[in-house]
């Protein structure tokens, strides 16, 4: 039986899930800060603004 040669796949993986999971969490952050803003300029009412945030912090769960 061949050995396989090691790669540096697992690192490389490892790198781009901390990446990955850093820009969603400063997302996350962000809209909760942003959304008075955004609510103010698109004149969204309280209920929408709360089915907006329910559905994006729902992909969280």
Do not use: H
Not at 2 to 21: S, Y
Not at 28 to 57: D, N, Y
Request: net charge positive; proline share 3%; glycine share 4%.
């Amino acid at each position: 039986m061949e050995k396989m040669k090691k790669t540096n796949a697992r690192w490389i993986i490892f790198v781009m899930l901390a990446i990955i999971c850093t820009i969603n969490y400063i997302d996350r952050a962000v809209i909760s800060v942003c959304m008075p803003q955004i609510q103010k300029e698109l004149q969204f009412s309280p209920e929408i603004v709360g089915a907006i945030l329910s559905a994006f912090f729902g992909g969280y769960a």
